[in-house]
């Protein structure tokens, strides 16, 4: 038995609450849970039919939208990533650098 089959809080006013506050999936969670324990009840089939149409369409663009914000927030990983590194980077010397500190004549 999972959590959702035994949750009081799924009821057909907790799902109208739900829709009054625009949580439309938890809405139709709840309904779709109510109707599969009561499948000839009417006004829970009309009450879900009702939430249902208030969810806005998926925009036909969507999938490039998506993959474009997914890149996005790569993008934005690595910077912050790259951010991360760039404080704790040591400082490289090279041979030639060193040697030339090393040949300085000593200032008295």
Same mark, same amino acid.
């Given at each position: 038995?999972?959590?959702?089959?035994?949750?009081?809080?799924?009821?057909?006013?907790?799902?109208?609450?739900? &829709?009054?506050?625009?949580?439309? /999936?938890?809405?139709? =969670?709840?309904?779709? +849970? @109510? !109707?599969?324990?009561?499948?000839?009840?009417?006004?829970?089939?009309?009450?879900?039919?009702?939430?249902?149409?208030?969810?806005?369409?998926?925009? &036909?663009?969507?999938?490039?939208? /998506?993959?474009?914000? =997914?890149?996005?927030? +790569? @993008? !934005?990983?690595?910077?912050?990533?790259?951010?991360?590194?760039?404080?704790?980077?040591?400082?490289?010397?090279?041979?030639?650098?060193?040697?030339?500190?090393?040949?300085?004549?000593?200032?008295?």
């Amino acid at each position: 038995m999972t959590a959702e089959e035994n949750n009081p809080f799924y009821t057909s006013t907790m799902a109208r609450i739900h &829709a009054g506050q625009g949580r439309y /999936a938890e809405a139709v =969670r709840i309904y779709r +849970h @109510l !109707l599969a324990g009561n499948p000839d009840r009417s006004d829970l089939r009309e009450a879900l039919a009702a939430v249902l149409e208030k969810i806005p369409p998926v925009p &036909a663009d969507w999938p490039a939208a /998506a993959s474009t914000i =997914r890149q996005w927030v +790569h @993008l !934005l990983f690595q910077q912050q990533t790259l951010r991360r590194l760039q404080r704790i980077r040591i400082p490289i010397v090279t041979k030639e650098e060193e040697t030339a500190v090393a040949v300085q004549p000593d200032e008295k």
